[in-house]
């Protein structure tokens, strides 16, 4: 399965920040839209970073309640590790495993086209297997 394919059973729409985004308005934005990981762009639409709730937590337990009055800028991730439509999920399944990220960017001629988490990786590798599973039941049923 390609990743084109999850986006379209997913949707493609990202919630996104801008890097002066003050923490307080990103932790607001991650608990309206349910996710746990915001993309940064830059003012050239560009992907600047990531910053998810454990960013938050991690940065909160060293800064104190100011945090939340901090630009995102400042607590991102800025090494973001990105996929595009063509890649497999099992690529992006082993990126995910191998630097213990929970969610990659999908960019495409440079544009931020989705999201995936790794429990967006993990319902198609379930999905996949049912599929397979029904595929040797009906088969074995044929006699």
Not at 16 to 21: C, F, H, K, N, V
Not at 26 to 37: Q, V
Not at 111 to 138: F, M, P, T, Y
Request: proline share 3%.
């Amino acid at each position: 399965m390609r990743i084109a394919d999850l986006l379209r059973s997913k949707g493609s729409t990202v919630a996104t920040a801008e890097p002066g985004t003050p923490v307080r308005e990103l932790l607001a934005a991650l608990a309206e839209h349910n996710i746990g990981a915001m993309v940064v762009m830059a003012a050239d639409d560009s992907v600047a970073g990531i910053v998810s709730e454990r960013d938050v937590v991690r940065r909160l337990n060293e800064i104190g309640a100011g945090l939340l009055d901090v630009p995102v800028a400042d607590i991102m991730s800025t090494e973001v590790f990105t996929c595009g439509p063509d890649d497999s999920v099992d690529s992006l399944s082993v990126l995910m495993t191998e630097r213990r990220i929970r969610h990659v960017p999908v960019v495409d001629g440079g544009g931020l086209v989705g999201i995936v988490s790794i429990g967006d990786v993990v319902k198609s590798r379930i999905r996949k297997l049912e599929e397979d599973q029904q595929q040797l039941e009906a088969y074995i049923k044929q006699g």
